[in-house]
């Protein structure tokens, strides 16, 4: 296990709807990296938080948003969702950005988004 | 435009052959290189990593190559076991303030026939 957890395991939505989901990431780890995996593809980067402040975006829409806690969780939030939005959302958490060393970056087990 | 291409799409491998799934790159500014396992149901787990400036890293069974001038790097996996059928991601990030923000391949399904 890599201590990343992530809430709900499941979650089904509707068009239209908002949904957040979140992360919890190992003791200590100051960045936490979003990715989306649709069904059969690799999972696509979408943000980065470092010590609670947005550190790069992906080629994601401003609806997808996140924050960070100083307690090592975060949030995603995503606004009208689209049919296009239903895939698995992977958490990655990891100590150190912006010059360190890079360390391991570890996922958790994602969240199953499905919109209908 | 994706960045990293991953072939092939599928594998299939007898137990104990040579599993070995390609990758290739285009940005040369990419230094840091790691092969992801992932079951269903489960995320991604980093297996072995490479820095450009090595040619070959081995761990276990697990070994990746790493052709900069090619902009190529491969992952092997010897003597395959049914417990390693899964899929496997290669990825690549760029140095700095943009590190962890990986690029990932679409993935090779392994499948480790008895």
């Known amino acids: 296990e890599t201590g990343v957890t992530q809430s709900p395991t499941h979650l089904i939505k509707t068009r239209g709807q908002q949904v957040t989901l979140r992360c919890s990431s190992q003791?200590?780890?100051?960045?936490v990296s979003w990715y989306q995996q649709a069904l059969g593809q690799g999972p696509q980067f979408i943000f980065q938080y470092y010590r609670e402040e947005e550190n790069g975006r992906g080629n994601f829409p401003p609806r997808f948003s996140g924050l960070q806690f100083p307690n090592y969780s975060s949030e995603l939030n995503v606004n009208a969702l689209e049919l296009d939005d239903s895939a698995l959302y992977l958490c990655?958490?990891?100590?150190?950005?912006?010059?360190?060393?890079?360390?391991?970056?570890?996922f958790g087990p994602g969240t199953r988004l499905t919109v209908l | 435009q994706q960045q990293v291409k991953q072939s092939p799409q599928s594998l299939i491998v007898q137990k104990g052959g040579i599993s070995i799934i390609n990758c290739a790159y285009e940005?040369?500014?990419?230094?840091?290189f790691p092969w992801y396992q992932q079951f269903p149901g489960k995320g991604p787990a980093l297996l072995i990593a490479i820095r450009p400036d090595v040619s070959e890293k081995k761990e276990g069974r697990f070994t990746i190559s790493f052709n900069k001038s090619a902009k190529q790097f491969s992952l092997h996996i010897m003597d395959s076991q049914p417990g390693d059928s899964a899929t496997y991601f290669c990825a690549a990030t760029l140095p700095g303030d943009s590190w962890g923000k990986f690029q990932f391949g679409a993935g090779t399904q392994v499948v480790v026939t008895p």
């Open positions: 990655a958490s990891s100590l150190g950005t912006s010059g360190r060393a890079p360390d391991t970056q570890y």
């Open positions: 003791s200590g780890h100051n960045t």
């Open positions: 940005n040369t500014a990419f230094d840091y």
